[in-house]
């Protein structure tokens, strides 16, 4: 039985900019939770794919 899972989303945040080529389009590569009701996400570049790290603030999760 084959259960992987498809995260394909595709984020465009605002302010969100890729620093190598200026692109404001990210794959989702996993969002995970972290300690103080925050969510860390790891994105991907879909134009040069560069990979970073975002640390997001969960609103109304405690
Ligand atoms: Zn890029």
């Given at each position: 039985m084959n259960l992987k899972r498809k995260n394909t989303k595709v984020a465009t945040d605002?302010?969100?900019?890729?620093?190598?080529?200026?692109?404001r389009k990210f794959r989702v590569v996993y969002t995970r939770a972290a300690r103080g009701g925050k969510l860390v996400r790891r994105r991907q570049c879909l134009k040069c794919g560069e990979r970073l790290t975002t640390w997001e603030r969960a609103i109304g999760v405690q």
């Open positions: 605002r302010g969100l900019k890729c620093h190598q080529c200026d692109s």
